[in-house]
C-alpha cells in the first residue's frame, strides 16, 4: 500500500478521465512535479498545490482498515483561485467511489471526508496565498485478515 498522499495524487490524476464522477469534461488539477507536490513545497511554480501526510488516529490492530489524514495546501498569486481550486478538490475527492470501485493502488477505498474546511493561512513572502484543506481518509490493503 502506498503512502496516502502517492493515492491522493493517483486520485486526483484520475479526474482527467472520469467525467462521471466530476460532471465536467477534462478536470485538470494538475501533474506531479509540475504543480503538485507531496511533502516539499518548492519555491516555484507560483502557483501549485502540495499534499502532506499528517498521520491519523491510533489504529486498531484488530481491523484491516489504515485510517490516515492528509492536507492539500494550495500557494497561488490570486487568493480566489486558489481557494476554488481547492473547493474543487475537495467536492471531487468528496465524491470519489467507495468500496471497490474506489480501489486504489493496493488497497480499497473506504472513504474519503473533509474533515475540516478550507482555511486561509498567511501571504508568504512573495505576496502569494497560501490555503489549506485537511482530509481522513480509510483504506483496506488488498491483504485478507487483520494486522496480527
Known amino acids: 500500500m502506498n503512502i496516502l498522499s502517492q493515492d491522493i495524487v493517483a486520485i486526483l490524476d ?36 502540495t499534499i502532506y501526510d499528517t498521520g491519523g ?31 474543487a478538490i475537495k467536492l471531487y475527492l468528496e465524491a470519489f467511489p467507495s468500496g471497490p470501485a474506489g480501489s486504489i ?11 475540516s474546511n478550507i482555511a486561509f493561512l498567511t501571504h508568504d513572502k512573495n505576496n ?7 482530509f481522513r481518509v480509510i483504506r483496506r490493503p488488498n491483504k485478507v485478515g487483520n494486522r496480527l
Open 14 to 49: 484520475l479526474a482527467k478521465y472520469l467525467e462521471h464522477i466530476t460532471g465536467a469534461d477534462n478536470i485538470d488539477f494538475g501533474s506531479l512535479g509540475t504543480d503538485i507536490f507531496i511533502g516539499k513545497e518548492p519555491q516555484e511554480p507560483a502557483n501549485c498545490i
Open 57 to 87: 488516529p491510533e489504529q486498531n490492530a484488530k481491523l484491516a482498515l489504515d485510517e490516515s489524514t492528509v492536507q492539500i495546501r494550495s500557494r497561488n498569486t490570486d487568493y480566489v483561485n486558489g481557494y476554488k481550486k481547492l473547493e
Open 105 to 115: 493502488l493496493g488497497a480499497e477505498l473506504v472513504g474519503i471526508w473533509c474533515s
Open 128 to 134: 502569494r496565498a497560501i490555503l489549506t484543506v485537511n
